[in-house]
Every structure is written in structure tokens, then in C-alpha cells.
């Protein structure tokens, strides 16, 4: 394996001394995020398959990915996700209510059901609204660290995107960029192998992602994305790294997308079993469990309570959010001027003077 390659726990249960500044609580922390992440999918899943949402994102197998990256930043750190780095804000302390008020499109949503459902935002968690857009969000991320840097502020600015999005004209333009003016970003590639239904080296020539980042004067490294200890460690050095002018990093994040892109996908109509079954042995979650065990900090009671925590959190929030309905048609209005122009104004009474004596009809005439 190459220098670039950043591995900590081994596949099996191997020892290994703590990367600095990781405490036992640390680990803990870390092990727990990933579960919340893998109940919050199992249950938006659910919620899709049973008619209660329209559409969800799942990120089975690449909990590590998130909560590693996560647990290394530091929380004025700025984050332009991509839409399966849910688990991001949610390790950073997003309100569970308001994750599930953004699943419903509800009017506690903090897009206020404007953005895709599974696009989530968080001013308060520096999250910045996810992009369907593939690849748009390496720009801004780029933007932002001009921001800091122009600032003379420590702050770095990083941003997730997938082997798929690695093809984009905007990675390459990014790129670019950050490699004549170092700002401080980091380029999280998540390389799950696949965008939707094609895989990987049937949409870009080179098999290793990182080596990408030569070609534009970006350090760049391979971590195994399902080693959460691997991912922390290389983050943590690429952040130092940028907060000390030393400019950006791409971080390929090599793991596997275990469940289907979207739930309006259906992977087994393009990859076969076996290999979905050999990737769900290298599940991040087991193999952080192995090593919690090896440092007998895990039991089966603290496996049951963990897990019983985050479904009972999920099941609160679920329940308060179905119940709380959409947003009001004038919100449409908000949050694009600080004053709202005449003619808007005029729309937005005639929707409302429309609405108050409005029988719905269903001859295309708006509002259906
Ligand atoms: C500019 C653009 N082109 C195409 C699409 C349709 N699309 C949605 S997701 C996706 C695949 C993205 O794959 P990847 O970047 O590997 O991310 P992953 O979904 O695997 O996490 C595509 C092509 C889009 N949303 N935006």
C-alpha cells in the first residue's frame, strides 16, 4: 500500500496506540455517533417506504466518513456538504426535532420545505444547505476559505463530494484555485464507488482518486473511510495543516455505499450481491465495535442502551414533527429581500386573498 494510505484499526482486531489527543471517551463518542446515524437511516428509510415522506438519502457504511471527519473539525469550522453528510450536523448537536422537521417539510423546517427533502441546513452548525447540484459545493467551499484566509481568521472550510462529483469541471476548477492561493479547505472525496448505478472506473480513468490532487499542486492522501480512527487522524492533520497556511488537501475517503443512492433507487438492478455482502464485513460500525471490545470499553448492555437512546430520540422527534403540518404559502415570500419590492408584494396579497375564498381545482390552474 502506498505511502498515502492512512489506516489505523485493522480490518480484524489488531492493538494500536491511540493517535494523540484521542481519549477512551473519544472513542465512545465516535462509536455512538455512527450508530445514531445508522438508526436515523433505518427509520427515515421506513418512513419513506411507508408513505409518511416522500423521499430520503441513506449513507449505510459511510457513518465513518462523517463522524470521523466531524469529530476532527472544529465547530466554527465551516461545512458545504454534499447529500449524504446528514450525519455531520447531527454529530455536532443538530436538534433531532429540526432533522426530522426538515425529513416532513414541515414548518419548523429550517429550509422551510423549499430545499429536496435530505438537504438539510444549519446556520447554527455552520452546515450550509446540502447541493443536489453535483460538485457545485466544492466551489463555495473554496470561496469561503478565501473568506478566512482574506480574514486572517483560523477557521478552515471543507467540503464532501463523491467519487462521481470528482469529475465535475467544478472539483477541477476548485482545485485549481486552492493550488495557486492555498486557501484553507479541505477536499473530503467520499469514494463509495459508485454515482447511482455507474461505478467508478466507468466514469474516470484513474483508480486511486487522490492522485488527482497532484495534478493541481493539492497534497493529496487515501484513508480508509471505513477506519473512523483513520478518517479522524487524517483530518485532524490536514486541518493543522491548513490552519497553518500550509494550504488545502484532498482527502480520498475510499469505502463502499452499501445501501441504494436514493430511496427511488434500486441497486441490485446494477451490482451484484456478492460484492454488496463483501463490503457489509467491513462495516465501520463492526469493526469500531471489534476495537471498543479489544480495549474492554464494550458491553452488551452499553451496545442495547446506545441503540435505545437514539431510537427513542428519533421516535419524539418523528412524533412531534408529523404533527406540526406544512409551512404557510406566504413563507414562499421570505428570505429573498430585506424589503420585500411592490410587485411581490401585490402576488403575495392576491395568493392570500386567492386562498381565503379558494375551492381547489384540479384543471392546472395554480395553485393545484
Ligand atoms: C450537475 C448534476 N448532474 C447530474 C445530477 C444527477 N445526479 C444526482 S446524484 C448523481 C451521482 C453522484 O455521485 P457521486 O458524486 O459519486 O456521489 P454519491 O451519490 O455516490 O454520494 C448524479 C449524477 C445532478 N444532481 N447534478
Partial sequence: MSDNWVQVMEEGAASYDLPAGLTEADL???YEGMIMIRAYDERALKLQRSGRIGFCVTSFGEEATQVGTAHALRPDDWVFPAYRQYGVPLYRGASMTKMAAHLFGNADDSA???????????????????SSVIGSQIIHAVGCAMAIKYRKSDEVAVTYFGDGASSANDFHSSLNFAGVYKPPVLFFLVNNQYAIS???EKQTGISE?????????VHGIRVDGNDVIAVYKATREAAQRARDGKGATLLELFTYRVGAHSSSDDPTRYREKDETAEWKEKDPIERMKRYLQQLNIWTEEYEAEVWEQCRTKLSVAITKAEQ?????????FENVYAEMPSALEA???????????????N??????
Fill in 28 to 30: 465512545k463518542q465516535m
Fill in 112 to 130: 422551510k420545505g423549499r430545499q429536496m427533502p435530505a438537504h438539510y441546513t444549519f446556520d447554527e452548525h455552520r452546515f450550509v444547505s446540502a
Fill in 198 to 200: 455507474l461505478p467508478v
Fill in 209 to 217: 482518486l487522490y492522485k488527482k490532487a497532484e495534478g493541481y499542486g
Fill in 324 to 332: 406540526i403540518g406544512d409551512p404557510p404559502w406566504e413563507s414562499a
Fill in 347 to 361: 402576488q403575495k396579497q392576491e395568493l392570500l386573498d386567492r386562498e381565503s375564498g379558494l375551492e381547489l381545482n
Fill in 363 to 368: 384543471e392546472g390552474e395554480f395553485p393545484l
